[in-house]
């Protein structure tokens, strides 16, 4: 049976991983590590603390912020 190919955010989640050197469930930890937070702020936080560019960092917070992968 073929993988079903992630869809929206999470279709950045294998580039985020091998680019940035973390597992998708760290980033999230840092995510709501800085809760509460705006989205944009998440985001730029991202980009700022950890050099993350700004799609990879903005699929990372919606996914988190809505719940999934938790």
């Known amino acids: ?9 999470a279709s950045y989640f294998p580039s985020i991983e091998q680019k940035y050197g973390r597992p ?4 999230q930890d840092i995510v709501r590590a800085h809760l509460p937070a705006k989205h944009m702020d998440l985001v730029a ?4 603390d950890y050099a993350m560019g700004h799609g ?8 988190t912020l809505a719940g999934k992968g938790e």
Do not use: D
């Open 56 to 63: 990879h960092a903005n699929a990372l917070v919606a996914h």
């Open 1 to 9: 049976m073929p993988e079903e190919k992630a869809k929206g955010p």
């Open 45 to 48: 936080m991202l980009k700022t």
């Open 24 to 27: 998708i469930a760290e980033w």
